[in-house]
């Protein structure tokens, strides 16, 4: 590898990590952000708001990368990577300055979303252009290796945001970290403050780069597509691939991707109730140790093809995914794990008087004390079963055959159902069986804390597997003339909708169920789909000439 082909990756990998950094800060601060910006609800309702916000960047991903991608392909690579950043660093930015609902009321809100949708434009835009990029300097044989590279930087903009919160929530204190007491400003706005100075240090590294050799060559023989959007997705031999490339390929890399660093965080907090520092240190260890296997698997889909490792990647993780997650509740909770074994938890009702619960955004009000009663369960995290009971009867709930009064409310019964389950034997908030660390290196001395820091790196290699070869994958599968455009849009489709929404649609099939596990069989019949699909459609390219492949398999 020359010092200038160096130079290209680490440029287009640092600012792709700043560009994730300031994305995933918002969804490891949704929490404190709800508090801050939805605060006229009830603490359930701003939970729910705050995460339709951070849901709004993923939602709007797949048009920014057909509004970027389409300049990408007219205009170049560099430019339009280099705009990509400037929105989504500066909307961080202003984040950070942006006064709460308490100062200036429904103004502060309808801004976080506007600066969120122009988070997910950007992101939309970025990674293509970075994938593309890198690809067209790689040479041919090493793309899976070069690319890797762009692979790490959303793990690494994940752990990054991670370490810079935890860092500051030790220094500052819990209550200095989200309200500011004691101190000039609240700790939770400074990482949103520090990306201007991760975008100033993003802009001077792009500024320094040469457009990609493909484009250049491209332009100069007069061969640009004049209309990249109609040749891309108007023409059905072009569409056709940019479908079996989203089928075949990235849903199933994003439900892997998104279980193994998103739900998995979420599962410990939400369900296994640990707390916010313990989770953290759990997820960013797993980070460390597993984020390796990107450059290990994008080299080694350059010897063996990207399609063994990718599939096979999509096929382990849904034939392990429940033992993993099951081994990780017995690690981490060891009291819950024997309370849903041993714990019987029943809704007795009409079945004419319960509807359906599943309600993956969260904005559905449920007036059916039946339904009022499960949802309530499931944001317990208490397992039951729904018994049906004779008609007309009035639904109820017992904790081992013994009733507790459903109420009005889910709020009142959340309350009600955690005494009720605690007496059951399910732990109570800050059980001593509940793992629990005191800092970043404790868990090293803990046993508890490092069987669950090894459950959750295999999680964390799956993902390595799925993700390390998918932009050299994506980038082989297009001509030069539309790489830019019709790579992004699948890739984003399956990381914004299939992958951004699986934590919230995976926790809806807990509460439609009763079962905290049932959840993942959303990520599990994904990977699966993507296997097969992939198994029967997906051509292998890793020795494809990305110069003059026209898309159809012939030379130009």
Known sequence: MTWEEKKVILASSLGTV??????????????????????????????????????????????????FGRIGDLVGRKYTFLVTILIMGFSTFLVGLLPSYAQIGWVAPVVLIALRMLQGLALGGEYGGAAVYVAEHAPVGRRGFYTSFIQITATVGLLLSLVVILVLRTWMGEQGFQTGEGWPIAGWRIPFLLSVVLLGVSVWIRL???????????????TQSKAPLKEAFGQWSNLKMVLIALIGLAIGQAVVWYTGQFYALFFIQSILKVDLLTSNVLIAWSLILGTGGFVFFGALSDKIGRKPVILGGCLIAAITYFPLFGALTSVVSPRLNQALETAKVQVVADPATCGSVFDPVGIRTFTAKCDIARVALAR?????????????????????????PIADAIPANITAFTAAAAEAGYPKAGDPTILKVGGFFDALGNTQALKAIGILTILVIYVTMVYGPIAAALVEFFPTRIRYTAMSLPYHIANGWFGGLLPPTAFAMVAATGDIYYGLWYPIVIALVTFVVGLLFVPETKDRDILTFDGLGAKR
């Not at 995933?24 to 995460?51: M, P």
């Not at 320094?208 to 007069?222: D, I, L, N, R, T």
């Not at 995290?381 to 013994?402: C, I, W």
């Open 18 to 67: 700043f560009e994730w950094y300031d994305f995933y800060l918002y969804g490891s601060l949704a929490t404190i952000i709800g508090a801050q910006f939805f605060s006229a609800f009830d603490v359930t309702t701003r939970n729910v708001f705050a995460l339709l916000a951070f849901a709004a960047g993923f939602l709007v991903r797949p048009f920014g990368a057909i509004f």
């Open 208 to 222: 320094q780069m040469q457009e990609s050799p493909a484009f250049k060559k491209m332009k100069e023989e007069g």
């Open 380 to 404: 317990s995290a208490v397992k039951y079963e729904l018994v049906p009971a004779a008609a007309g009867s009035a639904p109820k709930v017992t904790f081992n055959g013994k009733e507790t």
